[in-house]
């Protein structure tokens, strides 16, 4: 066998203990998972206090700033064990990132180090009903209200949607322009007018929370606005690589 020259010894060392950590406190639980269609929020917590989530976030904002290796070794050991519900990846190595590029300080210092902790699961909601992964065509809505933001419009197979604290939603500010027209928005799941719909059952990964969400007259604080108005299918281009190779 060639030997894998990716890893030092930091990143075993953390890959021992991840992976004793899901032998003990994951496997034994795998099967009741996938019945259910989502894990327990307290295995989060559990892995939040190990430092399995959001690794990569800047010590400012509770992570340790790691490098990406470290997901990678998670990610591995998740599928080693065949776990098909936990969705620590597409909350660490792809909500977080967009939250800690492209939010003010304030949703950094307010979000971040929730997810950290595990106290605060994210989603981001991309895909529609009628739009599939054709981010230009997305129907939502954000309209601008004062120092609010006006969000109408449903999601459909968003990961984690059940779980979720927070989802950043892609939504369309200016529809005349295009992909152009396009924000991203931090939105809280408590929110009134936001409801999570239909936990999905899929083909595989069946322990994995896959939602439909709904936003009705849903009020949103102009400052959870992720960066610039019109700006969000930049800001999604910049980070699909990562969101690529985390899948791959």
């Not at 080693?80 to 990846?89: A, D, F, S, V």
């Not at 939504?171 to 408590?190: C, H, Q, Y």
């Not at 007018?193 to 899929?202: A, D, Q, S, V």
């Not at 610039?228 to 791959?248: D, K, N, S, T, V």
Request: glycine fraction near 12%; aromatic fraction near 8%; hydrophobic fraction near 40%.
């Amino acid at each position: 066998m060639i030997p894998r020259t990716l890893f030092n010894s930091d990143h075993e060392t953390f890959r021992a203990t991840v992976r004793k950590f899901l032998e003990n406190e994951a496997v034994p639980f795998n099967e009741e998972w996938e019945q259910q269609g989502v894990v327990p929020k307290e295995v989060w917590l559990k892995a939040g206090e190990q430092g399995f989530l959001c690794p990569m976030v800047s010590e400012e904002y509770g992570g340790i700033g790691a490098d990406f290796l470290y997901s990678v070794v998670i990610g591995e050991e998740v599928s080693r064990l065949g776990l098909t519900g936990i969705g620590w990846g597409l909350h660490t190595e792809i909500v977080a990132p967009y939250i800690e590029h492209n939010g003010s300080e304030t949703l950094k210092q307010k979000y971040l180090p929730k997810m950290v902790t595990g106290e605060m699961i994210g989603a981001i909601a991309m895909t529609e009903p009628g739009a599939g992964s054709d981010l230009q065509g997305v129907k939502t809505s954000a309209v601008k209200d004062g120092d609010h933001y006006i969000l109408n419009g449903s999601k459909t197979f968003i990961t984690n949607g059940q779980n979720a604290d927070i989802v950043i939603v892609v939504a369309k500010t200016d529809p005349s322009k295009g992909a152009k027209g396009i924000s991203l928005f931090v939105v809280e799941t408590d929110s009134e007018g936001f409801e999570k719909g239909t936990n999905l059952k899929k083909v595989g990964m069946k322990a994995q929370d896959t939602s439909e969400l709904f936003f009705q007259d849903v009020k949103v604080p102009a400052e959870n606005l992720l960066g610039e108005e019109g700006m969000g299918f930049i800001y999604l281009m910049q980070e699909l690589p990562q969101e690529r190779l985390g899948i791959a």
